[in-house]
């Protein structure tokens, strides 16, 4: 019998992924259901939280979505971003991205090498002259905001998109082998979908402490999760599939 496995993320753009590899070796039906999803603020509810972007020297984003919504949002307030802005970035990956809206400069840009957002902190402390704006999702906790805070860096924050949970429809059959988490929030929708969830024989695996807490606060067992060993997601499916 083929065993099916819910990864709630976008479907890989390529055919190469790994994902794709582990499918086929071990027959196994993946499919990519995200079970959030993002969505864009009006600009009548940005100006509600009172906070200016004109004055800010320095952005930092931590996603490819904060810069989608962040230029968005700037082109209906008619905010005009100098050519002087700088950005720092949570990997390189993110930064790259900007370069979809205005001219890449490697002088204005900045990130760290490991993709950790504490690793670019030292990074702006070197800057510690700039006034920084740090777009967030409605969803978010200040973690960031207490690093710089603790660093003595002005900054301001302000919620520039919606994560929302991403519904299910009610004949949408709902019948996996295994669910794969990437965030708090993906747990809480599956919980918003389905109140009355029993795990059952369902292997779970989650990515992040936050959202193991998440998953083991909601009542659910958590068969997997990185290790040194399982270093990706389709690793840790490959070491369910060897179980069958």
Same mark, same amino acid.
């Given at each position: 019998m083929v065993k099916k496995i819910l990864v709630s993320q976008p479907k890989p753009a390529t055919e190469k992924s790994p994902y794709f590899d582990v499918a086929n070796k071990y027959n196994l039906d993946l499919v990519f259901r995200p079970f959030i999803k993002i969505e864009p603020m009006s600009a009548k509810d940005f100006r509600q939280?009172? *906070? @200016?972007i004109p004055g800010h020297t320095a %952005? *930092?984003?931590? @996603?490819?979505?904060? %810069?989608d919504h962040f230029f968005s949002l700037c082109k209906d307030l008619r905010v005009t971003i100098p050519d002087d802005m700088k950005y720092f970035c949570v990997s390189e990956q993110v930064s790259l991205y900007i370069q979809k809206y205005v001219q890449y400069r490697k002088r204005k840009n900045f990130f760290p090498d490991t993709g950790r957002i504490a690793d670019l902190l030292p990074i702006m402390v070197k800057h510690k002259a700039e006034n920084y704006f740090v777009p967030q999702s409605s969803i978010h906790n200040d973690d960031l905001k207490n690093m710089l805070d603790e660093a003595g860096l002005q900054h301001d924050e302000a919620v520039m998109y919606y994560t929302v949970p991403n519904d299910f429809a009610e004949d949408e059959a709902f019948d996996y082998d295994m669910l794969v988490f990437f965030s708090p929030e993906g747990i809480h929708s599956l919980i918003k979908n389905f109140p009355d969830f029993k795990q059952k024989d369902i292997k779970v695996a989650c990515l992040g402490l936050k959202t193991i807490k998440a998953a083991e606060e909601a009542g659910l067992h958590v068969d997997y999760q990185p290790t040194p060993e399982l270093r990706s997601v389709p690793a840790i499916i490959e070491a369910y599939a060897k179980t069958l």
């Open positions: 939280q009172k *906070v @200016s %952005i *930092v984003f931590t @996603s490819r979505h904060a %810069i």
